[in-house]
């Protein structure tokens, strides 16, 4: 009787081993998917961010090109 009960728990250890370890996997396979969707938010952002700068120049003129204020 010691044996058979001994077998059971060994067979329901084993069981929930078995559903942790694909629970892992998946979880494992979620974050992989997510990190490559951030890497690709990233470099779009990066893009977004050249782009911008690139159609809109800043409104601050070098200091070479700047008119002296006017003396009063």
Do not use: C, G
Request: proline share 6%.
């Amino acid at each position: 009787m010691q044996i058979e009960a001994i077998e059971a728990r060994m067979d329901e250890l084993e069981t929930r081993l078995a559903f942790q370890e694909d629970t892992i996997n998946t979880l494992n396979d979620q974050v992989v998917h997510q990190e490559m969707d951030l890497r690709k938010l990233w470099e779009a952002n990066q893009l977004l961010k050249k782009q911008l700068k690139d159609v809109s120049p800043s409104n601050i003129q070098s200091q070479e090109n700047e008119t002296p204020p006017p003396h009063y």
